[in-house]
């Protein structure tokens, strides 16, 4: 079984920072590419972040590009997402998520974690 677990997310005013965490577990390896997405109130799951096996290649949305930085510590089995210069759009539920590839943990990954809320206040 694999388990993804989030944390750091919490209520930040708009121009400010927080880094988020996901620890891994389980069946995943160190090596495993992983993302993030966020789910906005009312809105659909979309796609923030991905990085592949050893943190070499970083993908991002057009819409945190230059604000979010992706990166991992495999001792560790960790991902963190620094986010700076948040904004009030940046208000979501922040989900953590795996998957074997890089083309696959962009677009349906395959484990997710139970998700962190992030509010940024205007």
């Known amino acids: 079984q694999v388990a993804l677990v989030e944390s750091g997310g919490g209520l930040v005013q708009a121009g400010g920072s927080l880094r988020l965490s996901c620890a891994s577990s389980g069946r995943t390896r160190s090596s495993t590419p992983m993302a993030w997405f966020r789910q906005p109130p009312g809105k659909e799951r979309e796609f923030v972040a991905a990085i592949n096996w050893n943190g070499g290649s970083t993908y991002y949305a057009d819409s945190v590009k230059g604000r979010f930085t992706l990166s991992r510590d495999n001792a560790k089995n960790t991902v963190y997402l620094q986010m700076h210069s948040l904004k009030p759009e940046d208000t979501a539920v922040y989900y953590c998520?795996?998957?074997?590839?890089?083309?696959?943990?962009?677009?349906?990954?395959?484990?997710w974690g139970q998700g962190t809320q992030v509010t940024v206040s205007s």
């Open positions: 998520a795996a998957a074997s590839t890089i083309a696959q943990v962009t677009s349906t990954p395959t484990h």
